[in-house]
């Protein structure tokens, strides 16, 4: 993912996201949130609907974004970045 997520990006990205999750074969899956510029609560509620495929499917779902970068900033106010347990989803620093 890249640039905004929000209202205007979020009808492409969430069937994207969530098709994905429901077909793949892996048991790992990363969302990486290092390009992302701006996280609204489109945003957060598909990770949220993205832990919760995942967790259904027995995957394990890590959502990598960068320490002080905007949607770090929104998963920590909105109580999110620790809040998700592991291994549905886990917000670590990409490097």
């Not at 009808?11 to 990486?32: C, F, I, Q, W, Y």
């Not at 957060?44 to 967790?55: F, H, I, N, Y």
């Amino acid at each position: 993912m890249s640039g905004d997520v929000d209202l205007t990006t979020i009808g492409d990205l969430r069937p994207a996201v969530l098709h994905h999750l429901e077909s793949t074969r892996a048991t790992d899956v990363v969302l990486d949130l290092a390009e992302v510029t701006y996280l609204s609560s489109c945003g957060v509620a598909l990770l949220l609907d993205s832990a919760a495929v995942a967790k259904q499917r027995g995957i394990s779902l890590e959502v990598h974004s960068r320490a002080g970068s905007p949607p770090r900033r929104i998963l920590e106010l909105a109580g999110l970045a620790g809040m998700i347990a592991a291994p549905a989803v886990q917000a670590t620093e990409a490097e």
